[in-house]
């Protein structure tokens, strides 16, 4: 009797010695998610698992399941029962992140996927991925930038424009219906930009005497011109005047008029002047590179699809090109100035 009590005593030791293993049995969830391929992340471990996918070996009880993808995120809290196997449905949706832009000069125009878009000291919720950035002002080289937003991200995004070389003009004349020319094109008076340079105006009207004037334009600099021409009385009778007796140039005192400082003078005005022409051609062709510029900043601004149109279409024009020709039209520019001062110093002060 007493080894029956024993032997019945051995199931309920086993109960006993096995009940906690088969309690702690783990579990299987199949995790499926409104878009295929996202990562599987349980509690914010990587299980190594994209969507549709099965994660196994989990402890019973609840769980962070989590599905991330490319700008997209979902999660769902699930409980694994004992040693089972569910289904679980994530929907995931789009993520944003958030950008902010610094520009200097401040007053820049900065558009977002070609529409307006604000700047300063606070950041602006988008949406996360790609997008197509410009910045623009007047007198500046436009800006022209592929931007990339991750979900929760914070991007500071500081763009200095890079200033381009213009002056102003302001140009008066009288009579009002005088014919103006810039530089052989004619033009109508009142302001207007110009490229830094040498620069030549004429003015001209029927019945009076015309004006010249050749001026120089810094970078940023402003240049006031007034013409009043006056009129010719002898052209107004029909009168030709005879042509002047120019006076005889007083002989100099020492070696003679051609001394050497007079020669470099000449030589180097006559450089200078003709440096300056080929400036005056540099500057004209920087300008109309600036407008192809433009223009294909605009065609990737309003195409906005980067598989047909890259940004690097307008922004490898700028710097292989344009760039490079604006420094050229520049040192031109210089040099001619420098040669011009140095012809009249040594033409007319020795």
């Not at 600099?221 to 005879?242: C, K, Q, S």
């Not at 120019?246 to 007079?262: C, I, L, N, S, V």
């Not at 470099?264 to 109309?288: F, H, P, R, T, Y």
């Not at 307008?314 to 031109?332: F, I, S, T, W």
Request: aromatic share 6%.
């Amino acid at each position: 009797m007493t080894h029956l009590r024993s032997l019945a005593r051995i199931p309920c030791a086993l109960a006993l010695l096995w009940g906690p293993t088969a309690a702690m049995a783990a579990g299987t969830a199949t995790v499926r998610s409104s878009v295929e391929g996202e990562a599987i992340f349980v509690d914010g471990r990587d299980m190594g698992v994209q969507t549709p996918g099965t994660v196994r070996n989990l402890a019973p009880g609840r769980h962070l399941f989590e599905v991330r993808g490319p700008c997209r995120a979902g999660q769902a809290d699930v409980i694994i029962p004992d040693g089972d196997k569910v289904v679980v449905n994530i929907d995931s949706g789009t993520t944003t992140g958030s950008l902010q832009v610094q520009p200097t000069p401040a007053d820049a125009e900065v558009r977002l996927n070609g529409q307006p878009f604000p700047s300063g000291s606070s950041a602006t919720p988008v949406p996360c991925g790609d997008h197509s950035l410009s910045l623009t002002l007047p007198g500046y080289m436009p800006a022209f930038l592929n931007v990339h937003v991750d979900g929760g991200q914070r991007l500071v995004l500081p763009v200095e424009l890079e200033r381009m070389g213009l002056g102003q003009l302001f140009l008066i004349v009288s009579p009002p219906d005088a014919r103006v020319t810039l530089d052989g094109v004619q033009i109508p008076a009142g302001p207007r930009e110009l490229p830094s340079g040498p620069h030549v105006v004429q003015v001209s009207a029927p019945g009076y005497i015309g004006a010249e004037q050749q001026f120089l334009v810094e970078d940023r600099a402003r240049i006031d011109l007034r013409f009043d021409l006056v009129p010719d009385p002898l052209a107004a009778a029909g009168v030709l005047p005879p042509p002047e007796p120019r006076p005889e140039r007083p002989p100099r005192q020492g070696p003679g008029w051609w001394t050497a400082p007079h020669i470099g003078g000449v030589a180097s005005g006559a450089l200078g002047l003709g440096l300056g022409v080929v400036s005056i051609l540099e500057l004209k062709q920087m300008g109309d590179m600036g407008d192809e510029y433009t223009r294909r900043a605009e065609t990737v601004n309003s195409v906005r699809d980067y598989s047909l149109v890259p940004p690097s279409y307008a922004n490898n024009y700028r710097e292989d090109e344009l760039l490079p020709q604006r420094n050229k039209a520049v040192a031109l520019t210089t040099l001619s100035s420098l040669l011009l001062a140095t012809g009249i110093t040594l033409s007319f002060a020795f």
